[in-house]
């Protein structure tokens, strides 16, 4: 049983902060890169920044960029987002996402999600 669950959503104020956190049960998230989306009302779903395996490569939207940082702890099996200086444009549901190639058949994907934790930024 694979699960991600994600939690520190809420409501904020423009230029406030929130830390989302994406904690994985029933498996080794080290061994997953680890992506957060976001979907807006009426707006496709979007990837906002990834992470790899050991942490040491990273990549942002450039909405978000110089505002949102991505880090794990793998000891911990658990991912973060912290977001700072949020404004409206980034209320969305946000969503933890890992990636794991199969060893066998490296094309072949293996894709697991969190149900999502809503950010509100509003005044």
């Known amino acids: 049983q694979l699960q991600l669950v994600e939690s520190g959503g809420g409501l904020v104020q423009p230029g406030g902060s929130l830390r989302l956190s994406c904690a994985a049960a029933?498996?080794?998230?080290?061994?997953?890169?680890i992506a957060w989306f976001r979907q807006a009302p009426g707006k496709e779903r979007e990837g906002v920044s990834c992470i790899s395996k050991s942490g040491e490569s990273t990549d942002y939207a450039d909405s978000v960029k110089g505002r949102f940082t991505i880090s794990r702890d793998n000891a911990k099996s658990t991912g973060y987002l912290q977001m700072n200086s949020l404004k409206p444009e980034d209320t969305a549901i946000y969503y933890c996402?890992?990636?794991?190639?199969?060893?066998?058949?490296?094309?072949?994907?293996?894709?697991?999600w969190g149900q999502g934790t809503q950010v509100t930024v509003s005044s």
């Open positions: 029933g498996f080794t998230l080290g061994d997953f890169a």
């Open positions: 996402h890992a990636e794991v190639a199969d060893p066998f058949t490296p094309p072949v994907k293996y894709h697991y």
